[in-house]
């Protein structure tokens, strides 16, 4: 029979066709099945990736703001994918955060290593979730591994398509002629290409002028208009995509900003309250009667420093808003640079030697000419200076450097301080940026001193960077200028004097003060006013050295800051309510924090009043009346001599 067949034209093209036929289908339903044992695990772990890159991304928010409940509902969406089998979202520390599909759900009770496994035909991955560069928790996902039923239901489908291929190819390949097929095949080869390729330019060439012709014709058309629409929603796609960017990164902008405009707020009210206290108690103390004339000298002093105090922070924001707003104008002309660096040294000299730092100045004797806005080049290097001084734990190394490179002059200030994280090295010197923020800090400021500096660096044409090998391991603050560029420094308060102080008497029944803020001259004022009022004081000026003062001292009332180095105003008074000796006292805090949350932590720290500086004479009498009489157990102790005011 097979002979007869190929005796005939007929029967050698048909025969052609169905061994073509059949060749092609067995290779291809080979090729099919070899394909999808080769690519089935790379393409099941690349959806199952993908699937966890989403779920991430979907779940940065509910991680950040410790929201499981939305968690949860990011998890639930796996209901439209059945094949997974379960999966949960672990927090940055590995506890379990969230788990799908329900609760009690079998999952690792921590993550594992970051990779995809297939164990027990399951595929398990784990996903970092990362949000600005930190790993903030894991996500977990398991799907069935069913590598063998793929290949049989595919060998089954292809089994069946090649049969039926092959009759249908029996029955048409008797009267398929080429005017017919071969249009066909080029609309086919065309549309497997676009479909590869993505390329919509691609058109199949039409060979004749029936029916088949017009087919082509009509496809080529069809394929013109698809790649229209398919750029116009490409561009309209990616112009969403942007501005839903654009949104997201304006609206975090906006957060930021209303952050900081809060935390600057309330650092700017305590740094206003600090010098008004003292001010406060230096008026109450020149009310007082027969006030010697050396006291009165020695409050006007003390007066004066708060009032530059205040000065130079007005000042600070007054020419923050000037640069701002482009009304800040240098006024440069050629001038040595050496007299400029020493203005700006006096300048920072009293805080330098107030925390007992040693200063190195390592400069050319040859005069080194820039071109300068004197002043404001020395509040620049003084603004350094006194960076430097406030955050280096007293007693520590400053050294100020003064070189020329090359065709620059090099500026830098090093100090053996607290440091920066590589975190905080890019942003200390934005507007209101502190690197210490905690409640026990010893340095003050709003936060604008190396701003300021930067920009009046910027406005002379030059650069300032930060460099810190990390926390506890110093910093160094390099100014580079053209050769004759500078920049400038404000005025520090004059060097504090000492005095005695005698103590007045007083009709009211004395009492055991402890008196506990880090502000100098805030404290001796007001143990001058207890003193005067009869009572017995004792003084201290940090948490550590007030907890160690009232177990020996035993104070009916204590006074206490907040803020205090060493031992926050919080956790003393927490330890003063746990010892017998010292949970009777009466507890006052005296603070610059003044905001509903302040006065909630200090009453539940175990503190019975909290007064919010400057705190008048007339209130502490009041408070001081108002206390039931000492038991006649209760001795008050011999008044040591007062310490100095200033």
Known sequence: MLAGITRSLRGKVMLVVLATTLCALLFTAIALAVYEVATYDDALVRDLRTQAEILARASEAALSFNDPKAASENLSSLRLRPQVRTAAIYAADGSLFATYPAEGATVPPRPEALEARVVDNVLVLFQPIVVDGARIGTLFLSTRYELAARIIDSLTILSAVMLASFLIATLMSAWLQRAITQPILDVTEVARQVIERRDFTLRATPRTDDETGYLVRAFNDMLGEVGQRTEALEAAYATVQHEIAERRAAEAALREADRRKDEFLATLAHELRNPLAPLRNGLDILRLPSLPPERMAQVRQLMERQLAQLTRLV????????????????????????????????????????????????????????????????????????????????????????????????????????????????????????????????????????????????????????????????????????????????????????????????????????????????????????????????????????????????????????????????????????????????????????????????????????????????????????????????????????????
Do not use: C
């Open 315 to 646: 000042d600070d924001l007054l020419d923050v808003s000037r640069i701002s707003t482009g009304k800040l104008v240098v006024r440069r002309e050629r001038l040595p640079l050496q007299p400029i660096v020493h203005n700006a040294i006096d300048t920072a000299r009293p805080l330098v030697d107030a925390r007992g730092h040693r200063l190195e100045v390592d400069m050319p004797a040859a005069a080194i000419d820039v071109h300068a806005d004197a002043t404001r080049l020395a509040q620049v290097i003084g603004n350094l200076l006194n960076n430097a001084a406030k955050y280096t734990p007293d007693g520590g190394s400053i050294r100020l450097t003064v070189r020329e490179v090359g065709r620059d002059i090099e500026i830098v200030v090093a100090d053996t301080g607290i440091g920066i994280p590589a975190s905080m090295i890019d942003r200390v010197f934005d507007m209101f940026t502190q690197v210490d923020t905690s409640l026990d800090r010893s340095t003050a400021g709003l936060g604008v001193g190396l701003s300021l500096a930067k920009r009046l660096v910027e406005l002379h044409e030059g650069t300032v960077h930060a460099e810190s090998e990390g926390r506890g391991r110093g910093s160094r603050f390099v100014v580079r200028l053209p050769r004759f560029a500078a920049n400038a420094p404000e005025r520090a308060p004059p060097a504090p004097r000492s005095e005695r102080v005698e103590s007045p008497s007083s009709a009211q029944q004395a009492r055991r003060v402890l008196l506990a803020d880090d502000n100098v001259d805030f404290a001796s004022s007001l143990a001058f006013i207890l003193r005067g009022l009869g009572h017995e004081v004792r003084m201290t000026h940090d948490g550590a050295e007030a907890l160690a003062a009232a177990r020996d001292f035993r104070p009916d009332i204590a006074f206490l800051d907040i803020g205090l180095p060493k031992l926050h105003g919080y956790a003393l008074a927490r330890e003063l309510r746990a010892d017998p000796a010292t949970r009777g006292a009466r507890l006052v805090a005296i603070t610059g924090w003044g905001q509903d949350r302040d006065r909630r932590e200090a009453r539940d720290a175990g503190f019975d009043d909290h007064f919010v500086k400057p705190v008048s004479v007339d209130q502490i009498i009041a408070l001081l009346a108002e206390m039931p009489p000492a038991r006649p157990s209760d001795p008050v102790p011999r008044s040591p001599d007062a310490k100095d005011l200033a």
